[in-house]
């Protein structure tokens, strides 16, 4: 073989190495990336949790459960008596709401999930890590403190009034 020939399999093999490299890395770059951005997201999901515990949220959130401890053999005597009625859930949830003053309580909790529910759905925050951390406390929560929240829907007037808490709740069951 000629050292032209060589010159050119040589330049030829070296642009293929380059190419080939330029690919391995530009794949290798963008996993990386995406392997931050997943971290990031977990990480500000991980500052909920940080949030959750911090007043405001956690003393609305003790004043809740609280509350709710001190009615839990009514709720339970309630909840296994098979002639219960919707009207008369709805009245036990909204008379112990009113009468430990939890209105304003509950309206802040509501507002925690719906920030985090718009986070998730923001692709800010990690849907899994906020699953794991709050999941079934938001499907919980909604779910007692619905008849509160459908009343507030209509006396607001406002249909969408804690649809990211719904939202949130829903996405998890």
């Known amino acids: ?23 391995i ?14 971290a990031d997201r977990v990480k500000e999901s991980l500052s909920f949790v940080e949030r959750f515990h911090k007043p405001p949220t956690y003393d609305s959130w003790q004043r809740i459960t609280n509350a709710w401890l001190k009615y839990e053999a009514r709720m339970d005597a309630l909840l296994d008596d098979p002639k219960l009625r919707t009207d008369q859930w709805v009245s036990f949830v909204r008379t112990v709401v009113k009468n430990e003053k939890l209105t304003s309580d509950v309206l802040a909790v509501i507002d925690f999930f719906g920030v985090l529910q718009i986070c998730v759905r923001s692709d800010i925050c990690d849907a899994a890590t906020a699953k ?3 999941g079934s406390e938001a499907r919980t929560f909604f779910r007692l403190h619905y008849s509160v929240i459908d009343a507030k829907r209509k006396s607001r007037a406002d249909p969408t009034f804690a649809k990211d808490l719904e939202e949130f709740a829903k996405f998890f069951p």
């Open 25 to 38: 890395g530009g794949i290798f770059a963008g996993y990386q990336y995406l392997e931050k951005e997943k």
């Open 132 to 134: 794991a951390f709050f």
């Open 1 to 23: 073989m000629k050292l032209d020939e060589w010159k050119t399999i040589t330049e030829i093999v070296g642009i293929a190495v380059t190419v080939i490299g330029a690919l």
